[in-house]
T-cell receptor, first 110, second 114 residues
Framework: QKEVEQDPGPLSVPEGAIVSLNCTYS??????FMWYRQYSRKGPELLMY????GNKEDGRFTAQVDKSSKYISLFIRDSQPSDSATYLC??????????FGTGTSLTVIP | ETGVTQTPRHLVMGMTNKKSLKCEQH?????MYWYKQSAKKPLELMFV???????ENNSVPSRFSPECPNSSHLFLHLHTLQPEDSALYLC?????????????FGDGTRLSIL
Protein backbone atom coordinates (compact mmCIF):
# COMPACT_ATOMS: atom_id res chain seq x y z
CA GLN A 1 0.00 0.00 0.00
CA LYS A 2 1.34 3.42 -0.94
CA GLU A 3 1.91 5.90 1.85
CA VAL A 4 -0.04 8.56 -0.02
CA GLU A 5 -2.72 8.09 -2.66
CA GLN A 6 -3.72 10.87 -5.01
CA ASP A 7 -5.97 10.66 -8.06
CA PRO A 8 -3.83 11.76 -11.01
CA GLY A 9 -6.80 13.10 -12.96
CA PRO A 10 -6.73 14.85 -15.31
CA LEU A 11 -9.40 17.13 -13.93
CA SER A 12 -11.00 19.69 -16.21
CA VAL A 13 -13.40 22.37 -14.91
CA PRO A 14 -14.95 25.59 -16.28
CA GLU A 15 -13.69 28.93 -15.03
CA GLY A 16 -15.39 29.96 -11.80
CA ALA A 17 -16.02 26.41 -10.59
CA ILE A 18 -15.11 25.14 -7.16
CA VAL A 19 -12.34 22.57 -7.38
CA SER A 20 -11.81 19.81 -4.84
CA LEU A 21 -8.49 17.97 -4.77
CA ASN A 22 -7.93 15.10 -2.38
CA CYS A 23 -5.34 12.74 -0.94
CA THR A 24 -5.64 9.77 1.35
CA TYR A 25 -2.87 8.29 3.43
CA SER A 26 -2.17 5.22 5.48
CA UNK A 27 0.25 6.38 8.18
CA UNK A 28 -1.64 7.66 11.21
CA UNK A 29 1.58 9.31 12.46
CA UNK A 30 1.44 11.98 9.75
CA UNK A 31 0.76 15.36 11.31
CA UNK A 32 2.20 17.89 8.86
CA PHE A 33 0.37 18.37 5.57
CA MET A 34 1.27 20.44 2.55
CA TRP A 35 -0.12 21.29 -0.84
CA TYR A 36 2.16 22.32 -3.69
CA ARG A 37 1.29 23.70 -7.10
CA GLN A 38 3.55 22.82 -10.02
CA TYR A 39 3.28 24.58 -13.33
CA SER A 40 4.67 22.94 -16.45
CA ARG A 41 8.49 23.20 -16.57
CA LYS A 42 8.61 24.68 -13.06
CA GLY A 43 9.33 23.36 -9.61
CA PRO A 44 6.66 22.76 -6.95
CA GLU A 45 5.50 25.93 -5.21
CA LEU A 46 4.23 25.72 -1.65
CA LEU A 47 0.55 26.69 -1.44
CA MET A 48 -0.65 25.56 1.97
CA TYR A 49 0.96 24.16 5.09
CA UNK A 50 -1.10 22.80 7.95
CA UNK A 51 -0.50 20.98 11.18
CA UNK A 52 -2.79 18.28 12.53
CA UNK A 53 -6.51 18.45 11.79
CA GLY A 54 -8.72 21.35 10.83
CA ASN A 55 -9.06 23.96 8.12
CA LYS A 56 -6.79 26.67 6.84
CA GLU A 57 -7.84 29.35 4.42
CA ASP A 58 -5.70 31.58 2.22
CA GLY A 59 -7.55 33.67 -0.31
CA ARG A 60 -9.35 31.36 -2.72
CA PHE A 61 -7.64 28.27 -1.28
CA THR A 62 -8.82 26.19 1.67
CA ALA A 63 -6.96 23.19 3.03
CA GLN A 64 -8.78 20.62 5.15
CA VAL A 65 -7.31 17.79 7.17
CA ASP A 66 -9.37 14.95 8.61
CA LYS A 67 -6.96 12.77 10.55
CA SER A 68 -9.68 10.40 11.69
CA SER A 69 -10.37 9.50 8.06
CA LYS A 70 -6.74 9.96 6.92
CA TYR A 71 -7.96 12.33 4.24
CA ILE A 72 -6.85 15.78 3.17
CA SER A 73 -8.42 18.17 0.70
CA LEU A 74 -7.61 21.38 -1.12
CA PHE A 75 -10.51 23.51 -2.28
CA ILE A 76 -10.09 26.22 -4.89
CA ARG A 77 -12.95 28.73 -5.12
CA ASP A 78 -13.68 30.79 -8.22
CA SER A 79 -11.12 28.83 -10.20
CA GLN A 80 -9.13 30.71 -12.83
CA PRO A 81 -7.25 29.57 -15.94
CA SER A 82 -4.06 30.51 -14.08
CA ASP A 83 -4.88 27.73 -11.59
CA SER A 84 -4.20 25.18 -14.34
CA ALA A 85 -1.31 23.14 -12.97
CA THR A 86 -0.46 19.90 -11.22
CA TYR A 87 -1.25 19.87 -7.51
CA LEU A 88 0.86 17.74 -5.19
CA CYS A 89 -0.01 16.78 -1.67
CA UNK A 90 2.77 16.00 0.79
CA UNK A 91 2.84 14.90 4.38
CA UNK A 92 5.18 13.87 7.14
CA UNK A 93 5.32 12.54 10.67
CA UNK A 94 8.73 13.33 12.15
CA UNK A 95 12.23 13.47 10.72
CA UNK A 96 13.23 14.35 7.18
CA UNK A 97 10.98 12.14 5.18
CA UNK A 98 8.20 13.86 3.28
CA UNK A 99 5.78 11.61 1.40
CA PHE A 100 4.33 13.02 -1.78
CA GLY A 101 1.33 12.09 -3.85
CA THR A 102 1.73 11.58 -7.59
CA GLY A 103 -0.07 14.86 -8.31
CA THR A 104 -3.43 15.79 -9.83
CA SER A 105 -3.42 17.59 -13.17
CA LEU A 106 -5.99 20.41 -13.25
CA THR A 107 -7.14 22.41 -16.26
CA VAL A 108 -9.46 25.38 -15.83
CA ILE A 109 -11.21 26.18 -19.08
CA PRO A 110 -11.98 29.87 -19.80
CA GLU B 1 17.86 36.29 -7.18
CA THR B 2 14.88 34.01 -6.66
CA GLY B 3 14.80 31.59 -3.72
CA VAL B 4 16.25 28.35 -5.09
CA THR B 5 18.14 28.36 -8.38
CA GLN B 6 19.14 25.26 -10.31
CA THR B 7 21.49 24.99 -13.25
CA PRO B 8 21.46 23.80 -15.91
CA ARG B 9 17.74 23.70 -16.64
CA HIS B 10 18.21 20.98 -19.25
CA LEU B 11 20.95 18.40 -19.65
CA VAL B 12 21.42 15.68 -22.24
CA MET B 13 24.25 13.27 -21.64
CA GLY B 14 25.51 9.94 -22.74
CA MET B 15 25.79 7.01 -20.41
CA THR B 16 29.57 7.38 -20.11
CA ASN B 17 29.66 11.13 -19.48
CA LYS B 18 30.32 12.91 -16.21
CA LYS B 19 28.31 16.02 -15.39
CA SER B 20 27.19 17.97 -12.35
CA LEU B 21 23.96 19.64 -11.33
CA LYS B 22 24.12 22.79 -9.25
CA CYS B 23 21.69 24.23 -6.74
CA GLU B 24 21.95 27.54 -4.90
CA GLN B 25 19.52 28.90 -2.34
CA HIS B 26 19.19 32.55 -1.32
CA UNK B 27 16.78 32.01 1.57
CA UNK B 28 19.24 31.66 4.42
CA UNK B 29 18.18 28.06 4.94
CA UNK B 30 20.32 25.39 6.54
CA UNK B 31 18.91 22.20 5.04
CA MET B 32 19.03 21.21 1.38
CA TYR B 33 17.54 18.26 -0.47
CA TRP B 34 17.76 16.43 -3.79
CA TYR B 35 14.62 14.83 -5.22
CA LYS B 36 13.96 12.84 -8.39
CA GLN B 37 10.64 13.41 -10.14
CA SER B 38 9.54 10.90 -12.77
CA ALA B 39 6.28 10.86 -14.69
CA LYS B 40 3.32 9.40 -12.81
CA LYS B 41 5.47 8.72 -9.71
CA PRO B 42 5.74 10.56 -6.42
CA LEU B 43 8.77 12.68 -5.71
CA GLU B 44 11.61 10.46 -4.53
CA LEU B 45 13.87 11.86 -1.84
CA MET B 46 17.51 11.17 -2.69
CA PHE B 47 19.71 13.09 -0.27
CA VAL B 48 19.39 15.46 2.67
CA UNK B 49 22.03 17.84 3.98
CA UNK B 50 21.64 19.72 7.25
CA UNK B 51 24.26 22.36 8.06
CA UNK B 52 26.47 20.85 5.31
CA UNK B 53 26.33 17.35 6.81
CA UNK B 54 24.62 14.55 4.93
CA UNK B 55 21.84 13.17 7.10
CA GLU B 56 19.94 11.07 4.60
CA ASN B 57 20.90 8.87 1.67
CA ASN B 58 17.78 7.16 0.49
CA SER B 59 19.46 4.07 -1.02
CA VAL B 60 20.60 6.03 -4.02
CA PRO B 61 22.98 4.28 -6.49
CA SER B 62 26.60 5.36 -6.23
CA ARG B 63 26.50 6.80 -9.76
CA PHE B 64 24.87 9.79 -8.04
CA SER B 65 27.28 11.63 -5.76
CA PRO B 66 26.14 14.68 -3.77
CA GLU B 67 28.33 17.49 -2.48
CA CYS B 68 27.43 20.31 -0.12
CA PRO B 69 30.32 22.76 0.34
CA ASN B 70 28.21 25.20 2.37
CA SER B 71 24.61 25.76 3.44
CA SER B 72 23.82 27.72 0.28
CA HIS B 73 25.16 25.37 -2.37
CA LEU B 74 24.42 21.78 -3.30
CA PHE B 75 25.76 19.73 -6.16
CA LEU B 76 24.82 16.39 -7.66
CA HIS B 77 27.66 14.75 -9.54
CA LEU B 78 26.60 12.26 -12.18
CA HIS B 79 28.60 9.50 -13.86
CA THR B 80 27.80 6.41 -15.92
CA LEU B 81 24.08 7.00 -15.65
CA GLN B 82 21.43 4.66 -17.01
CA PRO B 83 18.45 5.48 -19.27
CA GLU B 84 16.09 5.02 -16.31
CA ASP B 85 17.83 7.95 -14.62
CA SER B 86 16.19 10.32 -17.09
CA ALA B 87 13.93 12.52 -14.96
CA LEU B 88 13.47 15.97 -13.45
CA TYR B 89 15.91 16.51 -10.59
CA LEU B 90 14.66 18.98 -8.02
CA CYS B 91 16.58 20.75 -5.32
CA UNK B 92 14.79 22.05 -2.23
CA UNK B 93 15.74 23.89 0.91
CA UNK B 94 14.18 24.48 4.30
CA UNK B 95 15.03 26.52 7.37
CA UNK B 96 16.42 23.44 9.09
CA UNK B 97 16.02 19.73 9.00
CA UNK B 98 12.68 18.75 10.45
CA UNK B 99 9.08 18.64 9.46
CA UNK B 100 7.98 21.84 11.15
CA UNK B 101 9.57 23.66 8.24
CA UNK B 102 8.15 23.41 4.72
CA UNK B 103 10.48 22.91 1.79
CA UNK B 104 10.98 25.38 -1.03
CA PHE B 105 11.85 23.99 -4.45
CA GLY B 106 13.87 25.12 -7.43
CA ASP B 107 12.62 24.66 -11.00
CA GLY B 108 14.68 21.55 -11.54
CA THR B 109 17.09 20.16 -14.10
CA ARG B 110 15.49 18.06 -16.82
CA LEU B 111 17.98 15.25 -17.40
CA SER B 112 17.92 13.01 -20.46
CA ILE B 113 20.25 10.03 -20.77
CA LEU B 114 20.96 8.85 -24.29
Amino acid sequence: QKEVEQDPGPLSVPEGAIVSLNCTYSNSAFQYFMWYRQYSRKGPELLMYTYSSGNKEDGRFTAQVDKSSKYISLFIRDSQPSDSATYLCAMSATGNQFYFGTGTSLTVIP
Amino acid sequence: ETGVTQTPRHLVMGMTNKKSLKCEQHLGHNAMYWYKQSAKKPLELMFVYNFKEQTENNSVPSRFSPECPNSSHLFLHLHTLQPEDSALYLCASSQAEGVSQPQHFGDGTRLSIL
